[in-house]
């Protein structure tokens, strides 16, 4: 099992800046990939960003050039660095966790990105 609790969502006006942390914790070992996905409601989960334990990084293309996934192995965390936000980043960014092995997949409860214009 492996728990993810994801911290410093809010509100930014429009070319502000923000960073997201995600905490894991347990089974923290098999641990692959961790990335970042965001949501409207009613609409499908979307990747953000995603890293692997390595530090291959992949990047939506909305994402790209304004936002930065890294992750801290000897913390268990991983954050998104997200500069120059729009209105339309607008969202709740989840924390993913995808193990070795199984490809099972663990997900935080979410957090809260508000940009304002």
């Known amino acids: 099992q492996v728990q993810l609790v994801e911290s410093g969502g809010g509100e930014v006006q429009a070319g502000g800046s923000l960073r997201l942390s995600c905490v894991a914790s347990g089974s923290i070992f098999s641990i692959n990939t961790m990335g970042w996905y965001r949501q409207d409601p009613g609409k499908q989960r979307e990747l953000v960003a995603r890293i692997t334990r390595g530090g291959s990084t992949n990047y939506a293309d909305s994402a790209k050039g304004r936002f930065t996934i890294s992750r801290d192995n000897a913390k268990n965390t991983v954050y998104l660095q997200m500069n120059s936000l729009k209105p339309e980043d607008t969202r709740v960014y989840y924390c993913?966790?995808?193990?070795?092995?199984?490809?099972?997949?663990?997900w935080g409860q979410g957090t809260q990105v508000t940009v304002s214009s």
């Open positions: 993913n966790a995808i193990l070795y092995g199984n490809y099972r997949e663990y």
